[in-house]
């Protein structure tokens, strides 16, 4: 999509400077440009524009990959690896609607926020305590990594919030 966007753009962008230059190019047919300088101008400024966001769509920073130690060297992980994979774990549990996890690296140490969403009438201190077990053993024991879980951020839902976290 961002390519036919571009194409269009340089499209565009010819055929008006070359009607600047007193130039006849045709790139397409069905689009007359205007006939004052003025609208031609503030077309090419919309094109350039146009341009510009493109280029800071394609170019915009993406999260670090997450560089952990382990034993014999190192692993280095997309940013959203272990926190698909950790939310997928605990969504297993019943009581679980949706949940978020989201990663942090501070001297050396894995760091697990989690965000998690439980179903109504759902016991919510007794599953933060449970959950956060959960998360533990899932990050320790099945992928070896130490990781501190913090406190989650556990919410008990209400009936009337169940269809936008169902999607």
Not at 30 to 51: D, M, Q
Not at 90 to 105: E, K, M, Q
Not at 119 to 141: C, H, N, T
């Amino acid at each position: 999509m961002l390519a036919v966007a571009a194409i269009v753009l340089i499209a565009a962008a010819i055929e008006l400077i070359a009607a600047a230059v007193g130039r006849h190019v045709t790139v397409w047919h069905a689009a007359p440009l205007p006939h004052s300088h003025e609208a031609r101008a503030f077309i090419l400024a919309l094109l350039l524009v146009g341009c510009v966001a493109l280029v800071g769509l394609v170019l915009r920073p993406r999260p670090a990959a997450l560089v952990l130690a382990v034993e014999g060297g190192s692993l280095r992980l997309p940013p959203d690896t272990l926190e698909r994979y950790l939310a997928a774990e605990l969504a297993r549990d019943p009581d679980v609607v949706s949940s978020r996890a989201s990663f942090a690296l501070r001297d050396g140490r894995l760091t697990a926020r989690l965000s998690i969403a439980l179903r109504p009438l759902a016991p919510a201190a007794v599953l933060r305590e449970r959950l956060a077990g959960v998360a533990a053993a899932a990050l320790g024991d099945r992928l070896g990594l130490t990781a501190e879980v913090r406190d989650p951020d556990v919410r008990v839902l209400r009936v009337r919030e169940l269809a936008r976290h169902l999607r």
